[in-house]
C-alpha cells in the first residue's frame, strides 16, 4: 500500500480565534476527513493538558509553555521562540514530514528556512503580502521555498513582479468564512434595537483592531464630513446616521475619545461593550473604556479586544447592523471582516489598494480611491491615505437608493461571497496541491545515511585575504552549498564584516570576519548535530513530544 504523505502545519493553535487559527482549523479538519493525509500541527500558543485540543483529531505539538514552568525563560529568550523557533527541528525529527506548510508572516517563519533538516522536507509557504515593494530579504526566503500560496490575487502579482516570476506561485487560497453563522438575518431593525440603536437608523460601520495602520482618524473625519453634507442639505437621515466601531480601547492604537472630540461626534459613535463576567454584549456612545453591564450590573463590560472578544453569532449580529461596511487601512495582508461581512450581506467600500483590491474585483465592493502614497520608515513599504470625498459621495449616493435596491445589493454581495470564500473550495486547492506528487521531491531521504560537514578550522590553514573570498570559500568546502554565498543571510553577514559594524536600532557594535565564521561555524556545527539526531533516531523524552503521541494513540 503506498505510503501516506506527512504534512506538518506550523501555525497558530487551530483552537484560537485568531485569523491564523481559524485557517489552520479549516483547512485541517477538511484534509483530516479525506483519511489521504497523515496530518500534524504545530501550534503556537498552544500548550501541553491545554484542555481547548479536545477537538483536534491529528497529531498536535504544543509549542508554548505555562509561566511557571522551568523552560520559560528560555521561551521567552527570544522573539521567535512563540511562533516555534526553538522546537522547530525536534519536531521534524520525530514526526518526519515530507511537506511542511506555513501561512503565517515573514517573521513569524523564516527561521524554517535555517533549517539543518531543510533538504528533507517541501516547504510550502503562504505569506501576507499587506503591501509593494516586499523586503528583499523576504523574497530571497520566499525563492527559497519549494511553493508558495498567497492570500490575494494582488499579493501574487507583488510576489512575481517582484521575484522576475522565480517564485514558485502556486494560486490563491483566500480565507473563507463559516457561511452559515456569517449570513443574512431577517428583522435587521430588531437587532439594532437589541444593541441600543434605533430602528430606523442607518449605520456605516468597521470592525478592526486599534492600532496604527487602522485609519480611525481618517474614518471620523470622513463620518464627520458626511453630517455636514446631510445637515446642509436638511436631510431627515442627519439625524438618523450613525457609526458603528467595533474595535479596542485602549490599545496600542489611537486615542478614540481624543478623536471623537475633536471631530464633535461624542453622540454619533457607537462602540461594542463585552462583559467579562456574564459574557452578555451591548453597544453604547463613549463615555468612559469600562461601563457597568446592562445585564448583570457589574462594572466588567470593557471594549471589545483580543482577550474579551465576542462569539462569532454576536459578531454575525454586529455586522447584520450594518447597512455600508468601510474597510480604511494604509494596507492588509487580507481583511477578513470584509469577507464576513459580505457573507452577511453587508455592501463594502473598501480602499483600492493591498489584498483590499481583491474584495474590490470579487465582491463588487466600493473601491475607495486613493488620496496620496507614502513610503513608511518602519517597512520600507508603500503605504496609502484614501480620498474621504469618493467615500462620503458613495455613501450619499447608496443612502438615496430605493429600499429594494439596497436589498438588491445586499443579496449580491452574500451570493460573491458563497462564490469567492468558501472554506470547501479553499481545503480542496490545497488537497489539488498535496496530490500534485510531481512537487514533492525533497533534496533528501528521512532515512539517508548522515553527511558531516568540515569545520572551519579544518580548512582554513591559508584563508583569502578578501573577505568575498573567504566567505565563498566556506560556502563551497565548508557547507558545501555554494548557492547559500547568494542568499540574504550570507550577504548580512558579508556586509557587517565588509563594513566592520553592526547596527541594532540605534545601537552600534564592531564586528570582523572572525565573527562571520562564528557565524558560519554555527550553521555546520547545527548541521552535525541535526545529521547524528536524525540518523541515530534519537528519541526526545519532552513533554510536548510525549503528549503528542499519547495524544495521537488515544
Known sequence: MKQKLKVLMCSEASFINSGFGNYTRELLTRLHKTNKYEIAEFASYGMVNDPRDRNIHWKYYANAVRDNDPRAQEYSSRSDNQFGRWRFDKVLLDFRPNVVIDIRDYWMNHYQSQSPLRPFFNWVLMPTVDSAPQQESWIDTFLHADAVFTYSDWGAQILQQQSNNKINYVGTASPGVDLETFCMKPNRELIKAKYGLPQDSFVIGSVMRNQKRKLIPELLVAFRQLLNELENDNSP???????????????????????????????????????????????????????????????????????????????????????????????????????????????????????????????????????????????????????????????LKFMRQTKSRQEEKRKETRKLTEKHYNWDNISKIWETFLDSEMLFTAKRNWDDPPKYLQSIQQNMQNPPKDNFMSVYSVCSNNLGDPSFFGTSLCLDILKDADYGFVQNGMNFSGTDISQTYKHLQILIDNHNQAEYARSSKMLFNEDFIEYSNIKSNT
Open 237 to 395: 437621515l442627519a439625524n438618523k446616521t450613525y457609526l458603528y466601531l467595533h474595535t479596542s480601547y485602549p490599545d496600542a492604537g489611537w486615542d478614540i475619545p481624543e478623536l471623537l472630540r475633536q471631530n464633535r461626534l461624542l453622540n454619533k459613535v457607537y462602540f461594542s461593550y463585552h462583559c467579562s463576567k456574564c459574557q452578555s454584549t451591548h453597544s453604547e456612545v463613549y463615555t468612559h473604556p469600562c461601563k457597568v453591564c446592562k445585564n448583570c450590573l457589574e462594572s466588567t463590560s470593557r471594549f471589545t479586544s483580543v482577550t474579551n472578544g465576542v462569539s462569532n453569532e454576536t459578531l454575525s449580529d454586529i455586522y447584520n447592523m450594518l447597512d455600508i461596511y468601510v474597510q480604511y487601512a494604509i494596507c492588509e495582508g487580507f481583511g477578513m471582516p470584509q469577507v464576513e461581512a459580505g457573507a452577511c450581506g453587508v455592501p463594502i467600500a473598501t480602499v483600492n489598494y493591498s489584498a483590499m483590491e481583491d474584495v474590490v474585483h470579487k465582491l463588487n465592493a466600493h473601491p475607495v480611491k486613493i488620496k496620496s502614497y507614502f513610503k513608511e520608515l518602519e517597512t520600507k513599504a508603500i503605504r496609502v491615505y484614501p480620498d474621504n470625498n469618493d467615500l462620503v459621495k458613495f455613501i
